[in-house]
């Protein structure tokens, strides 16, 4: 029988959602059992295991899944014998270090002989160890935020995207020691034919984040400019011109980079372009 590449998945939490998104925007379907602990897919080689995200990096260590999406947190912190194949997009967070916002953080230096409460001991020990630091490390599973109010800790280690929560618990972020995001890990004894599924899949993982990054433009060139307008859009091998039936004008047709897209845009106006249409690519292959 024809192998299948396992892919571990978080169950519930932040990381659900955009896992099972990324694989249908990758064209794989496995709308048959989310609420089991495992899903085929219909027409992709490959199973799904719903799992905690924690642990994740256990189960491909030990092959029991080939490969799994989690955060680069919790990649880290366990420090499994797993390979990080590919960064996702989603799931972006850092690792804080926090402080009660009346107190003076002047540096690392700070927490010398502080305690510090955080589910992240690992990743915190290796911190305070490359500052030559020497401070408590409480290990506490959740709402480590209340952690300071309690008088349980001096300062906390937690993950922080948009910082309400510290805020709202009177705290203020202070260092970041990690920035994280979602990523594939494998393990590392995969058979060729393993091997070979998951290429397939990174192919089209980064076809969708290419596509991403990526809009898609029309726009009515004055004639007389269309050299400077071209120009401008580089596009994926060169613009594509086309004439319009008015005279004097031409649709130009490119792909334009997320970063460089407002710079662009105003150049183009000034460089009389109109009609401007910009539209979001589904999958890009270059
Ligand atoms: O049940 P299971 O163990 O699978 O899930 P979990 O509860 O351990 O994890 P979950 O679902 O909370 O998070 C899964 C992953 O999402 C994390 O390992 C990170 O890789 C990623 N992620 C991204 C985050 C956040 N952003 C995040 N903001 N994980 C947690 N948070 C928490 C943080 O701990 C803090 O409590 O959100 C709060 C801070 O958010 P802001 O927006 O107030 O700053
Ligand atoms: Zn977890």
């Known amino acids: 029988m024809a192998q299948k590449l396992r892919l571990a998945i978080q169950k519930s939490g932040r990381l659900h959602d955009d896992s099972m998104k990324l694989l249908k925007e990758c064209g794989i379907d496995i709308s048959n059992g989310v609420n089991k602990l495992k899903a085929d897919a219909n027409n992709f080689p490959m199973e799904v295991f719903f799992l905690r995200d924690d642990d994740i990096p256990q189960y491909v260590e030990d092959g029991v899944a080939d490969i799994?999406?989690?955060?680069?947190?919790?990649?880290?912190?366990?420090?499994k014998k797993v390979t990080v194949a590919e960064k996702l997009g989603f799931g972006k967070c850092r690792l804080s270090i926090a402080v009660r916002k009346e107190e003076t953080y002047t540096g690392a230096a700070y927490l010398a002989g502080k305690k510090i409460a955080t589910s992240y001991p690992v990743?915190?020990?290796?911190?305070?160890?490359?500052?030559?630091?020497?401070?408590?490390i409480h290990e506490i599973s959740g709402s480590v935020e209340i952690a300071p109010g309690i008088g349980l800790a001096d300062a906390i280690c937690d993950l922080v995207s948009s910082g309400?929560?510290?805020?709202?618990?009177?705290?203020?972020?202070?260092?970041?020691?990690?920035?994280s995001q979602a990523v594939i890990i494998k393990n590392s004894d995969l058979t060729t034919e393993q091997e070979s599924i998951l290429s397939k899949l990174l192919f089209r993982i980064q076809s969708v984040k290419k596509a991403k990054n990526n809009k898609y433009i029309l726009l009515n060139a004055p004639?007389?400019?269309?050299?400077?307008?071209?120009?401008?859009?580089?596009?994926?091998?060169?613009?594509?011109?086309?004439?319009?039936?008015?005279?004097?004008?031409s649709s130009v047709h490119s792909v334009l980079n997320e970063n460089e897209f407002w710079d662009i845009i105003e150049q183009l106006k000034d460089a009389g372009a109109q009609g401007i249409l910009v539209i979001p690519i589904e999958k890009m292959i270059l």
């Open 164 to 179: 309400s929560t510290l805020f709202m618990n009177g705290l203020k972020e202070t260092e970041s020691i990690l920035q």
């Open 68 to 79: 799994g999406f989690v955060g680069e947190n919790v990649v880290y912190e366990k420090n």
């Open 123 to 136: 990743l915190v020990q290796q911190f305070l160890n490359q500052h030559n630091i020497s401070a408590e």
């Open 223 to 249: 004639n007389h400019n269309l050299q400077k307008i071209v120009s401008l859009l580089p596009g994926m091998k060169s613009p594509t011109v086309l004439p319009l039936a008015e005279e004097g004008w």
